[in-house]
């Protein structure tokens, strides 16, 4: 077998078989994207699970729910388990071997498992599951997202004399108010912000 030339046009398509699961870039690897790795690891753990079985639907029932349709013939309420954890939603199904002592002259129909898992973002709740003429629906509510606002506050530097070691909550006097001031060689109470001859 011909080996392709590794300095032709080819060579961006090729595959690189000295790379390793490290060195792949990552989805999350711009450096404004702060504490994401979490959602890393279940994007990888969703792309595990990507065989084709069962199909589903997802579709938008209202305006703030959602609702996912597995096709799950012969499977029975017993052999399907759904389950929530943290932020993934996992469908899996097991069915029975009940083929003992039975006598198959052909069979092209045999017990099969799956797992299915759903990324779900934060505020989703699983409102409820039901099984119908071999079709599992799950019905999820998308809560209106909070437009959250801070104000975060700006403290000067120590240069500028502003700062939390010069503030009232380190034993410092505030700015203007109390403390004493050296006139002509003598400590004199400064009261708003002017010293006091006596």
Same mark, same amino acid.
């Given at each position: 077998?011909?080996?392709?030339? #590794?300095?032709? /046009?080819?060579?961006?398509?090729? /595959?690189d078989e000295?790379?390793?699961?490290?060195?792949? /870039?990552?989805?999350?690897?711009?450096?404004?994207?702060?504490?994401?790795? %979490?959602l890393?690891?279940?994007?990888?753990?969703?792309a595990k699970?990507?065989?084709?079985y /069962?199909p589903?639907?997802?579709? @938008?029932? #209202?305006? +703030?729910?959602?609702?996912?349709?597995?096709?799950?013939? &012969?499977?029975?309420?017993?052999?399907? @388990?759904?389950?929530?954890?943290d +932020?993934?939603?996992?469908?899996?199904?097991?069915?029975?071997?009940?083929?003992? &002592?039975?006598?198959f002259? %052909?069979?092209?129909?045999?017990?099969?498992?799956?797992?299915?898992?759903?990324?779900?973002?934060? &505020?989703?709740?699983?409102?409820?599951?039901? *099984?119908?003429?071999? *079709?599992? %629906?799950?019905?999820?509510?998308?809560? @209106?997202?909070?437009?959250r606002?801070?104000?975060?506050?700006?403290?000067g530097?120590?240069?500028?004399?502003? &700062?939390?070691?010069?503030?009232?909550?380190?034993?410092?006097?505030?700015?203007?108010?109390?403390?004493?001031?050296?006139? +002509?060689?003598?400590?004199?109470?400064v009261?708003?912000?002017? #010293?006091?001859?006596?």
């Amino acid at each position: 077998m011909r080996r392709l030339d #590794a300095s032709g /046009p080819a060579a961006r398509f090729a /595959p690189d078989e000295e790379a390793s699961p490290l060195s792949r /870039p990552s989805v999350f690897g711009s450096p404004l994207f702060l504490g994401f790795d %979490h959602l890393e690891q279940m994007l990888d753990r969703v792309a595990k699970n990507a065989d084709g079985y /069962p199909p589903y639907n997802i579709e @938008q029932t #209202a305006e +703030n729910r959602l609702r996912i349709t597995l096709a799950v013939a &012969g499977f029975a309420m017993e052999d399907l @388990q759904i389950t929530q954890e943290d +932020n993934q939603l996992v469908i899996r199904g097991r069915q029975r071997d009940d083929s003992e &002592g039975r006598i198959f002259l %052909h069979r092209g129909i045999a017990a099969r498992q799956f797992q299915r898992a759903f990324v779900l973002a934060e &505020g989703i709740e699983v409102e409820g599951a039901w *099984l119908d003429n071999g *079709l599992l %629906h799950v019905d999820l509510q998308r809560p @209106q997202p909070e437009v959250r606002v801070r104000t975060i506050q700006i403290n000067g530097g120590q240069g500028q004399g502003a &700062g939390p070691a010069n503030g009232p909550a380190n034993g410092g006097a505030p700015r203007g108010v109390g403390g004493n001031r050296t006139v +002509n060689g003598a400590s004199v109470p400064v009261v708003e912000g002017r #010293a006091s001859r006596g």
